[in-house]
């Protein structure tokens, strides 16, 4: 079965340091992975995925993630944080489906990230 | 750009009683996917569809039950509400049946059992 782990509950970095907020996988097959970023009281924004290519995937709001197949690991990635970085991030995997076809999105835990200014 | 719209935005129901949570996707996205989130914790699939049919089904309990409209919206009907109902409830929808497409997520319903 399908799963990411993402190790830490919380990540605190001071504003203008580079933030690192990891996650692991384990899948069958080739990963489809995403990373989504929750603020309060709101709904799941996408912020990048990897499907194939590049180990370096770019996103919004500056927000980059590497893929590492050895490592089995899809850490975000910011060179400089902002305060309204301040967020809930889940790493997520794309289970699959009956016949192979598209499945759902199996979320981590999530890693809360205080950015202080 | 138009995104998943969720209602209502916040429920409150007693128990045993039912609600009824609707979707709309973002146009000419045909997969919907309903999600559960409880307070603290990550988002627990429920069930999806694509073209108007049922294509997965997770941890959704026999007391709910959902389906697309042939306008791709959907909704989430919930029967014998228990406290423990009492969760965020997001909506996500997608284009296509392929691995490589991202989910859009609505502002979610706030469902409040009492």
């Known amino acids: 079965a399908q799963s990411v782990a993402q190790p830490e509950d919380q990540v605190n970095v001071a504003e203008g340091n580079p933030l690192t907020v990891k996650c692991t996988y384990s899948v069958s097959g080739n990963p489809y992975l995403f990373w989504y970023v929750q603020y309060p009281n709101r709904g799941l924004q996408f912020l990048l995925k990897?499907?194939?290519?590049?180990?370096l995937v770019k996103g919004s709001y500056g927000f980059e993630a590497e893929f590492n197949k050895s490592q089995t690991s899809f850490h975000l990635k910011k060179p400089s944080a902002l305060v309204s970085d301040s967020a809930l991030y889940f790493c997520a995997v794309r289970d699959r489906g009956d016949g192979g076809s598209q499945g759902n999105l199996i979320f981590g835990k999530g890693t809360k990230l205080s950015v202080k200014p | 750009a138009a995104g998943v719209i969720q209602s209502p935005r916040h429920l409150i129901k007693e128990k045993r009683e039912t609600a009824t949570l609707k979707c709309y996707p973002i146009p000419r996205h045909d997969t919907v996917y309903w999600y559960q989130q409880g307070p603290g914790q990550d988002p627990q699939f429920l069930i999806s569809?694509?073209?108007?049919?049922?294509?997965d089904k997770g941890s959704i309990p026999d007391r709910f039950s959902a389906q697309q409209f042939s306008d791709y919206h959907s909704e989430l009907n919930m029967s014998s509400l228990e406290l423990g109902d009492s969760a965020l409830y997001f909506c996500?929808?997608?284009?296509?049946?392929?691995?490589?497409?991202?989910?859009?997520f609505g502002q979610g319903t706030r469902l409040t059992v009492v």
């Open positions: 569809f694509y073209e108007k049919m049922q294509s």
């Open positions: 996500a929808s997608s284009l296509g049946p392929n691995m490589n497409t991202e989910a859009f």
């Open positions: 990897y499907i194939t290519g590049d180990n």
